[in-house]
Protein backbone atom coordinates (compact mmCIF):
# COMPACT_ATOMS: atom_id res chain seq x y z
CA UNK A 1 0.00 0.00 0.00
CA UNK A 2 1.13 3.72 -0.53
CA UNK A 3 2.01 5.42 2.39
CA UNK A 4 -0.15 9.16 1.72
CA UNK A 5 1.53 12.72 2.23
CA UNK A 6 0.38 12.32 6.41
CA UNK A 7 2.53 9.17 6.29
CA UNK A 8 -0.85 6.97 7.39
CA UNK A 9 -1.86 4.26 5.37
CA UNK A 10 -5.20 3.61 3.96
CA UNK A 11 -7.10 0.26 5.83
CA UNK A 12 -9.83 -1.64 4.67
CA UNK A 13 -12.95 -2.77 6.38
CA UNK A 14 -14.98 -5.90 6.09
CA UNK A 15 -18.66 -6.43 7.54
CA UNK A 16 -20.64 -9.52 6.77
CA UNK A 17 -23.83 -10.88 6.13
CA UNK A 18 -24.77 -10.55 9.77
CA UNK A 19 -23.62 -6.48 9.36
CA UNK A 20 -25.63 -5.89 6.86
CA UNK A 21 -28.43 -4.19 8.54
CA UNK A 22 -25.53 -2.20 10.37
CA UNK A 23 -24.30 -1.21 6.92
CA UNK A 24 -27.84 -0.07 5.61
CA UNK A 25 -27.90 2.27 8.51
CA UNK A 26 -24.52 3.86 7.73
CA UNK A 27 -25.60 4.71 4.07
CA UNK A 28 -28.71 6.41 4.95
CA UNK A 29 -27.02 8.42 7.95
CA UNK A 30 -23.75 9.30 5.31
CA UNK A 31 -26.49 10.48 2.58
CA UNK A 32 -27.95 12.39 5.12
CA UNK A 33 -24.63 13.88 6.19
CA UNK A 34 -23.58 14.52 2.47
CA UNK A 35 -19.99 12.04 3.83
CA UNK A 36 -19.31 9.29 2.07
CA UNK A 37 -18.77 5.85 4.04
CA UNK A 38 -15.69 6.26 5.05
CA UNK A 39 -16.01 9.69 6.45
CA UNK A 40 -19.38 8.31 8.42
CA UNK A 41 -16.98 5.37 9.50
CA UNK A 42 -14.71 7.56 10.50
CA UNK A 43 -17.11 10.16 12.20
CA UNK A 44 -18.08 7.38 14.41
CA UNK A 45 -14.58 6.03 15.06
CA UNK A 46 -13.76 9.55 16.59
CA UNK A 47 -17.35 9.77 18.16
CA UNK A 48 -16.81 6.40 20.00
CA UNK A 49 -13.22 6.99 21.13
CA UNK A 50 -14.11 10.37 22.99
CA UNK A 51 -16.73 8.64 24.11
CA UNK A 52 -14.90 5.71 25.32
CA UNK A 53 -12.82 8.37 27.05
CA UNK A 54 -15.59 10.67 28.86
CA UNK A 55 -18.38 7.71 29.81
CA UNK A 56 -20.13 10.27 32.04
CA UNK A 57 -20.99 12.75 28.83
CA UNK A 58 -24.33 12.23 26.60
CA UNK A 59 -23.20 11.38 23.06
CA UNK A 60 -25.19 14.83 22.17
CA UNK A 61 -23.12 16.93 24.60
CA UNK A 62 -19.98 15.55 22.55
CA UNK A 63 -21.30 16.18 19.36
CA UNK A 64 -21.75 19.77 20.98
CA UNK A 65 -18.57 19.90 22.40
CA UNK A 66 -16.96 18.88 18.79
CA UNK A 67 -19.17 21.24 16.83
CA UNK A 68 -17.99 24.08 18.30
CA UNK A 69 -14.34 23.61 18.97
CA UNK A 70 -14.89 23.25 15.04
CA UNK A 71 -16.66 26.77 14.62
CA UNK A 72 -14.15 28.13 17.13
CA UNK A 73 -11.26 26.96 14.66
CA UNK A 74 -13.21 28.35 11.98
CA UNK A 75 -13.48 31.91 13.08
CA UNK A 76 -16.96 31.94 14.29
CA UNK A 77 -16.81 32.27 18.35
CA UNK A 78 -17.17 35.24 20.03
CA UNK A 79 -15.06 35.14 23.26
CA UNK A 80 -17.30 35.45 26.56
CA UNK A 81 -17.30 38.96 28.11
CA UNK A 82 -16.83 37.62 32.33
CA UNK A 83 -18.82 39.91 35.05
CA UNK A 84 -20.60 42.10 31.60
CA UNK A 85 -24.65 41.64 32.06
CA UNK A 86 -26.32 42.30 28.95
Same mark, same amino acid.
Given at each position: ??????? $??? @???????????? $???LRARARASKRSMSEQIK??????????????????? @???VLEGVEESRAGLSVPYEWGVLK
Open positions: MARTAEG $VSP @ISVRFGKDDAPM $VRTYYAHLGMVAKDNPDLPMSF @IEG
